[in-house]
């Protein structure tokens, strides 16, 4: 593996990406210190990849803010044939929850994105049972704004989730590529992500990970929604385990990081809110040097309004923003009509 950064460089990257929980942090280091107290030389980031806390690709993005090299085009992936029914052609990108490849789905000859659970996942077998639930739900949302699923299973002791393959970029990629869009794009943006998100509660799902990583815009212009195979139904929050699946930090309600019990709709609406901010003003309203930190401002940190960054922004988007950002879920939208009342408001 190549030369890695200081720990306390490598375990504030993985934190503030979400990829890896404090608890885990603490478990890599413990994994460290044993393995150096019997004479072996192992760094941090070995540990969490030993571990099967981090893969090799979350290593070398993390020590070089790039993804991984692809392999070339005549070779086949390592992973090609891990996904029986599926042929693993090339990594589409890294998370928390594992990594997302694009693949073709024999059966039909046509290119699907499967997501690989990490190891550390695959061995607590409520979460699988809980997972491949939650996911079969998913795949009966059918919604043009939601990423299709396809299938879910277990192959080789690998367990996946399929979905429907977008071409086109996420907001994460849209704002490193363009910042700050235009106000009336990203309200649009956001209004289409509404309707999904209402389709899913009608059926009694809510996301928890909305982000700009999660959004994607294909080739007509069309918001969807990703991952909704890692969702929960609605109020069962709470029955998460520690490093199961959870909101990324940068994104996570108030009444999540305070560990409250009844998690609605209106915890997506501030995630939502959060990245709506970040599409306005190419920022996020809260930073941190760790997840803990960042939830701690998320419960008691008023936010500075976006037009303190963005002064041509309208009284109106800037209004609606900071409403989806109120630490009572009960003093935001209380359904997605009234959510997408106000985005048409703000259009005006």
């Not at 375990?11 to 929980?21: F, M, P, R």
């Not at 086949?76 to 029914?85: E, Y």
């Not at 795949?139 to 071409?167: C, P, Q, T």
């Not at 959004?215 to 195979?229: H, P, R, S």
Request: net charge positive.
């Amino acid at each position: 593996m190549s030369s890695t950064p200081a720990a306390s460089t490598i375990d504030q990257i993985v934190l503030e990406k979400g990829w890896a929980t404090p608890e885990q942090v603490r478990a890599a280091k413990k994994y460290q210190a044993q393995r150096k107290a019997a004479g072996d030389d192992v760094s941090l980031s070995q540990a969490f990849v030993a571990l099967g806390i981090l893969t090799e690709v979350q290593v070398r993005r993390a020590i070089g803010g790039r993804k991984a090299p692809a392999p070339p085009s005549t070779a086949p992936h390592p992973l090609a044939d891990a996904i029986k029914g599926y042929r693993i052609v090339d990594l589409l990108g890294s998370g928390g929850m594992g990594d997302v490849y694009l693949a073709r789905q024999i059966s039909l000859d046509r290119n699907v994105a499967i997501k690989i659970l990490p190891p550390h996942f695959a061995t607590n077998e409520e979460f699988i049972e809980r997972f491949v639930k939650e996911a079969r739900a998913a795949g009966k949302l059918n919604h043009e704004n939601i990423v299709a699923g396809v299938d879910v299973g277990e192959s080789n002791g690998r367990f996946f989730y399929v979905m429907e393959y977008v071409e086109g970029p996420t907001i994460r990629q849209l704002l490193k590529k363009e910042g700050p869009l235009e106000e009336k794009r990203a309200l649009d943006i956001v209004r289409q992500v509404c309707r999904g998100l209402k389709h899913a509660h009608r059926l009694g799902l809510i996301h928890r990970d909305i982000k700009p990583g999660n959004l994607m815009i294909n080739d007509e212009g069309v918001a969807k929604i990703c991952d909704f195979g890692l969702a929960r139904r609605v109020h069962s929050a709470a029955e998460d385990a520690p490093g199961q699946v959870q909101s990324s930090p940068a994104y996570t309600a108030p009444e999540i990081c305070r560990g409250m019990k009844d998690i609605d709709h209106r915890a997506d609406m501030y995630s939502l809110g959060i990245t709506l901010y970040e599409m306005f003003t190419g920022e996020r309203p809260f930073h941190a040097d760790s997840s803990s930190r960042l939830f701690v401002k998320h419960a008691t940190v008023i936010p500075s309004s976006p037009q303190e960054i963005r002064p041509d922004l309208s009284a109106a988007s800037a209004n609606l923003v900071l409403r989806l950002l109120k630490k009572d879920p009960k003093n935001r939208f209380e359904t997605y009509d009234q959510l997408i009342e106000s985005i048409d408001a703000a259009v005006k």
